[in-house]
C-alpha cells in the first residue's frame, strides 16, 4: 500500500470513529440522554417527576444503566427556562419531559425535532402545543391533569350550604388556569351560582386580589392548579381564615396548605403513565406525532380536616368514600 492510500484509510477509520460516536447521541455509549425540566417545586410536580422515573423504570428503562436523566428545576423563572431548553437541545437530548404548562410551551419553542412528553399539563390543545389532544400531530404529546371542576363545584355545593357567589382566584397569564375556571363558570352558572374574578400577575398581588373578593361577600374561594398560587397557599390562607371564607383548591398539595376540599388526579400516577409513554417512544414502538393526549381516570376526594373543622364545615360520610385510603 503506498502512502496516500494509507493516509487516506486512516482518514476514513477516524471520520468512521467521529460519525460512530455522534450517531448515538447518547452520555455514554448505550445510554439514551433524557432531559426533565419542572417549571417548579411543589408536592404535586415533584411526584410526577417520580413517578415518570418509576414508570420508565417498570419498562426497564433505568437512570444510570441505559437512560442518562438530566433533572432540573426552573424555580418558576421563564429566563431559567429557556436557558434549560437551550441547553437540553444543544445537548441532542434523546427525549425531553415537560412538567406543567409553561415549561411544556418553553421546550416546544426551542425544538421541534425532539420528542416532548408532558406531564401535569392542564389540556395541550388550548396551551397550543398539539393540533389536537387525540391527534399531537407534532413532536409534542403527554399527559393531562385536567380536573374535574363540575365536581369540584359539587363538592363546594354539599360542604357550603346555599352558596350563593364563588369567587375565583388565578393567575391571569396562566393558560391552564384561565380554561378551568372558565369551566368552572359556565357549570357554576347552570347551578345559579354566581362566579366573582380575581387576578394575580405574581405571589405579590394575592394579598389584595383575596381581600377583593372577601369585600365582595363570596362565601368560597375556588383556585385552579395555578402554577403561582401553589407555592402561597399559606399567604392566602391567612387571609380567608380570618374571614372564614373557606377555599377549594384543585390539587391535594394545595388543598393541605391552605384549602378545605378537592377532587384532584393522583399525580404519581400521572408521571408514571408518561413514563410508560416515554418506554415506548424510546424504544421506537411509537411516536410522539400520533399518541394521542392520556388522561386520569383515578380522582379521589382529599379533606384538609383540620381547617374543615375550624371553618365548622361538615364534611358528610356519603362523601369520606372518595377520600384517598
Ligand atoms: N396543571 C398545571 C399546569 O398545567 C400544573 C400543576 C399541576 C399545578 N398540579 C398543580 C399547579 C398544582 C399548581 C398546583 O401548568
Known amino acids: 500500500m503506498n502512502w496516500k492510500k494509507g493516509i487516506a484509510l486512516a482518514l476514513a477509520a ?22 426533565i425540566i419542572q417549571l417548579v417545586e411543589h408536592p404535586s410536580l415533584d411526584a410526577a417527576n417520580k413517578g ?20 432540573q428545576n426552573a424555580q418558576a423563572d421563564q429566563s ?8 437540553f437541545v444543544s445537548d441532542k437530548k434523546d427525549l425531553m419531559l415537560a412538567i406543567a404548562t409553561p415549561a ?5 419553542n426551542a425544538t421541534h425535532d425532539i420528542p416532548i412528553l408532558g406531564t401535569a399539563i392542564t389540556d395541550y390543545e388550548t396551551a397550543k ?15 393531562s391533569d385536567m380536573t374535574p371542576v363540575e365536581r369540584e363545584v359539587d363538592l363546594i355545593i354539599a360542604l ?14 396562566e393558560i391552564n388556569s384561565q380554561l378551568q375556571v372558565e369551566k368552572m363558570k359556565a357549570y357554576a352558572a347552570t347551578k345559579g351560582i354566581t362566579v366573582v374574578e380575581a387576578t394575580v400577575s405574581n405571589v405579590n398581588d394575592i394579598q389584595q386580589a383575596a381581600t377583593n373578593l372577601v369585600n365582595q361577600d363570596v362565601q368560597a374561594i375556588y383556585t385552579p392548579t395555578d402554577n403561582v398560587l401553589a407555592s402561597a397557599m399559606a399567604n392566602l390562607a391567612q387571609i380567608t381564615d380570618v374571614a372564614k371564607i373557606p377555599v377549594f383548591a384543585a390539587d391535594e398539595g394545595m388543598t393541605m396548605t391552605g384549602g378545605v376540599a378537592t377532587y384532584s388526579v393522583d399525580y404519581y400516577k400521572l408521571g408514571y403513565q408518561t413514563g410508560l409513554m416515554a418506554a415506548k417512544v424510546l424504544s421506537g414502538e411509537a411516536k410522539v406525532a400520533d399518541m394521542a393526549i392520556e388522561m386520569q381516570k383515578d ?5 384538609n380536616e383540620e381547617r374543615a373543622k375550624r371553618l365548622g364545615i361538615i364534611i358528610p360520610d356519603a362523601l369520606r368514600k372518595d377520600m384517598k385510603q
Open 299 to 303: 380522582i379521589k376526594l382529599t379533606v
Open 104 to 108: 411544556a410551551q418553553t421546550l416546544a
Open 160 to 173: 357550603v350550604p346555599n352558596v350563593q357567589r364563588i369567587g375565583a382566584l388565578y393567575t391571569s397569564s
Open 52 to 71: 415518570f422515573i418509576d414508570g420508565l423504570a417498570s419498562k426497564g428503562y433505568k437512570d444510570g444503566e441505559n437512560i442518562k436523566i438530566d433533572y
Open 129 to 143: 402545543l398539539v393540533q389536537s389532544n387525540s391527534h399531537p400531530g407534532g413532536n409534542v404529546s403527554g399527559t
Open 14 to 35: 477516524v471520520s468512521m470513529a467521529a460519525v460512530m460516536a455522534g450517531c448515538g447521541n447518547t452520555a455514554s455509549d448505550n445510554q439514551k440522554k433524557i432531559g
Open 80 to 87: 431559567n427556562l429557556n436557558s434549560i431548553a437551550q441547553r
